[in-house]
């Protein structure tokens, strides 16, 4: 099972929209519409943004929203704010009950 | 909403033995799938494990097949992952997670976890 590639990290201004990938292949992000995203802050647990590529849990902003084309996912975050400023984390279903989770990106609003 | 609470973590020398507890409130936890994702600090998230809803069906990551066994008490509402002949790279912060059909899987529930360390 390898991790999906996310870019380190990502930046903008607040008011911006920012758009953070999520790479993976046809046996995970590919193959099936469960990929999911996480939002964490420093010493918290994640948090839930986006389930099934698009959806999002009551609760969560419109400002998440979240995409798919092949192999590569994605979530936007628009007119970002200083409060967006958290490590992102996406995930898909690999088949077999398994999961993958990508290595993160650290959003920073300038 | 609901809430899970992990203990059991520690400093154990490799080759040792741990057995993580996860016990869980405020939802019918026997309903649901649980899973094990552990966390590096300061790093990325890595699934581990998932049990099904009446324990008889779990799933493991390859890097801790036949390693680790996840188990669950549905009658005490608590998780569980027994981890031997555990490894420095086993260190981790260890999540405690639900997951729903209502959200397609996604992990919707997270407890705040609980430290491994191995180390001599």
């Known amino acids: 099972q390898s991790a999906l590639t996310q870019p380190a990290s990502v930046s903008g201004s607040p008011g911006q929209s920012i758009t953070i990938s999520c790479t993976g292949s046809s046996g995970d992000v590919g193959a099936y519409n469960l990929v999911s995203w996480y939002q964490q802050f420093p010493g918290k647990a994640p948090k839930l943004l986006i389930h099934?590529?698009?959806k999002r849990p009551s609760g969560i902003s419109d400002r998440f929203s979240g995409s798919k084309s092949g192999n590569t996912a994605s979530l936007t975050v628009s007119g970002v704010q200083v409060v967006d400023e958290a490590v992102y984390f996406c995930?898909?279903?690999?088949?077999?009950?398994?999961?993958?989770f990508g290595g993160g990106t650290t959003l920073t609003v300038l | 909403e609901g809430q899970l609470v992990e203990s059991g973590g520690g400093l154990v020398q490799p080759g040792g033995s741990l057995r993580l507890s996860c016990e869980a409130s405020?939802?019918?936890?026997?309903?649901?799938?649980m899973h094990w994702i552990r966390q590096v600090p300061g790093k990325g998230l890595a699934w581990v494990s998932r049990i099904n809803t009446n324990g008889r069906r779990t799933t493991y990551a390859d890097s801790v097949k036949g390693q680790f066994t996840i188990s669950r008490d549905n009658a005490k509402n608590t998780l569980f992952l027994q981890m031997n002949r555990l490894r420095v790279e086993d260190t981790a912060l260890y999540y405690c997670?639900?997951?729903?059909?209502?959200?397609?899987?996604?992990?919707?529930?997270w407890g705040r976890g609980t430290l491994v360390t191995v180390s001599s």
């Open positions: 997670v639900r997951s729903s059909l209502v959200t397609g899987d996604g992990f919707d529930i």
């Open positions: 995930c898909s279903s690999a088949g077999d009950n398994k999961w993958v």
């Open positions: 405020g939802f019918n936890f026997s309903s649901f799938w």
């Open positions: 099934e590529v698009s």
